[in-house]
């Protein structure tokens, strides 16, 4: 979990038996290996949620703030492409959204645009208010855009009420371990006076909440296989270097060595890729201003690719796109711009 900054990790493990990560990146790695089980036989119960054990030793959690403000970052960024079936989320549709529409219809700012504040939860709020999502329905091709910031506004939604924070005096237990924590029965009631859901409860919302998320994508064109992926059938399948092993337990800390992020990223980038590849009849239209294009490699596959790419493609020569060079690939503007421009005529021309 990430802590309120109102004491160190130290007195919070030592009280409550809670490390707090303040958000560290390097345990995001352990939170994506706790979301594989470890028996992959069956496909069909495996799935893209995080698995959790409560009965285990480490329990990698991330509060909502960090979640939306991250979410937020990575939806303002230019470099970053967000496809969903047969749609494009982006934040042009929001500015679409301030220019054509009034204020006091949906409150947003171009402030709330700017990704320089990448901690700025009120930007979050105001881009995941339900009249941004109503206005958003006004506003041609955004329904990826629509679906996101609604899915953003959900999580948002997972907060502790206020009131039970003020009544535990700043403190935040876990309700699942209750037992297991030295607490008074006062206390104990509070809990149960908020109506905090039981265990059924949880089970039901996560199962709508699954069969919304299958809705939702299947309106978006996305494609919902679970064997679309395969995830590893083993932990042991990763190579984890011993010198970072060896230099974790230099720093005192006791955790599962990391794992390589781009074993994921890779993951990832081929489910982007598997998702934006349509036929020659998908009903998107891109406008010929904006930074995409429909692209046909050699092989007959069409893909919705960055213009900056598709000059990469001209300049190198190649007849196909690789996953990660379809994902990662970003045009450097440097002093021999004029030639490399020449150059890519000249290939066109070829």
Known sequence: MADRNN???????????????????????????????????NPLIWCGWYVQDLDQEYS??????????????????????LPMGNYVASPTHLRSIIEDISKLE?????TDLKSADKMSFKAVLRMTDSRVLD????????????NMRGF?????????????????EGEVVFPKVLEKISIAAELSSILSAQGLPLDEEICLIVKQARIEALSDSAELGMKTAIDRLVPPTSLQVFNFKEKKSEQAGQNGEDFPPPVPEDVYDDVLEDTAVANIS???????????????LKHTSANGRTQIIRKSTFLWLLSSGHQNLSSDRLVRVQTKVDTCQNEQWEQVKEVARQ
């Open 106 to 110: 949906h409150g947003l700012t171009y």
């Open 7 to 41: 004491g160190e990790s130290k007195w919070l493990l030592q009280q409550w038996g809670i490390y707090t990560t303040d958000a560290d990146t390097r345990l995001l790695c352990a939170m994506r290996v706790q979301s594989f089980p470890e028996s992959t036989n």
């Open 278 to 292: 349509t036929p020659e009849s998908d009903p998107l239209e891109l406008p010929k201003t904006g930074p995409f």
């Open 135 to 146: 206005s958003l329905n006004n506003v041609h091709g955004a329904a990826a855009t629509h």
């Open 152 to 168: 953003l506004g959900r999580c948002r939604k997972i907060h502790l009420q206020t009131e039970l924070i003020h009544k535990l």
């Open 60 to 81: 990698y959690i991330q509060d909502t703030v960090h979640i939306g403000t991250k979410m937020r970052t990575r939806f303002l960024k230019d470099s970053i492409i």
